[in-house]
């Protein structure tokens, strides 16, 4: 991914094991982002292609990704403000109308029967994020922690194949970090979902993540166990130009 005279992401191949969680790290400007965006359709790359599953998805808008399997998760949660909890699940798990469930949720009211499943799904997802609670409250009043339990909520409700999480974990209290942090292992563990995250908390990171790659200057460095990645000196040079640290102590 090129812009201008700069390659953001260059020369990057690796794939995301199914049903394992994959960790994504580096320094700041690494293209760990960047990447996101390629794998979740926000940016085209300058070439190289996007598999999801063996399809070609390269050029699929981010919409059409999402109908196939794709869920992501933004660093600034990105929910509807002025919609309950409840209904911002209900107009993420819409498969029916696309773009256009937002206006379709709020225009034809929430119990038609036909969203009655719907309506369940986002009900067990509230219930198992410990929302519940809160389900009748305008998204927007939520705290910054719940908001991002929201968010995972939303990548939950179309059953989605891979779950990018852009640092889910930014900005949070510790107690919540763990909350959140059981919560993805759970999915893991329990019901098969796959996820992909970039994460600067290395801790996190060991906790949550059997497989981490390490990106520099736009570039795949290395890949391993967080254990293996910690200790690689290429990485330490990465992060601290050499100095006597270890990668996350
Ligand atoms: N839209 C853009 N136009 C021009 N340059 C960009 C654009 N998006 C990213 N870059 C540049 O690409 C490089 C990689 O940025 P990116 O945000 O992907 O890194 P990152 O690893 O996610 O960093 P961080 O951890 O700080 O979020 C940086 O040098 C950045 O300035």
């Keep these: ?30 293209g760990k982002t960047t990447l996101f965006n390629i794998i979740a ?20 808008p981010p919409h059409e990704r999402s109908h196939k399997g794709l869920a992501r998760t933004f660093q600034i949660p990105h929910e509807f403000g002025a919609l309950t909890v409840l209904e911002n ?28 499943a719907v309506y369940e799904r986002a009900r067990d997802t509230l219930d198992f994020l410990e929302l519940s609670h809160v389900k009748s409250e305008k998204a927007g009043n939520l705290s910054g922690g719940q908001k991002k339990l929201l968010e995972l909520g939303r990548s939950l409700m179309r059953e989605p194949r891979l779950i990018l999480l852009d640092e889910i974990g930014a900005g949070i209290n ?8 059981e919560k993805i292992k759970r999915l893991n563990e329990e019901r098969g979902f796959t996820f992909c995250l970039i994460e600067h908390d290395l801790d996190y990171v060991s906790k949550l993540c059997s497989d981490v790659i390490v990106m520099a200057q736009g570039k795949v460095l290395t890949r391993g166990t967080i254990d293996e990645v910690r200790h690689d000196e290429r990485v330490i040079e990465a992060y601290f130009g050499g100095g006597k640290y270890e990668v996350g102590t």
Excluded: H, Q, W, Y
């Design 1 to 30: 991914m090129r812009f201008g005279g700069l390659a953001a992401v260059d020369d990057v191949s690796f794939a995301i094991g199914k049903g394992i969680i994959t960790g994504l790290i580096g320094p700041n400007g690494a």
């Design 41 to 60: 359709g926000r940016l085209f790359p300058t070439s190289g292609r996007v598999l999801l599953e063996g399809d070609d998805i390269t050029r699929l």
């Design 89 to 116: 699940l209900m107009v993420a798990g819409d498969t029916s109308r696309g773009e256009n469930a937002f206006n379709a949720v709020l225009r034809r009211g929430l119990f038609l029967r036909e969203e009655r």
């Design 174 to 181: 510790r107690t919540l970090l763990g909350k959140i942090a």
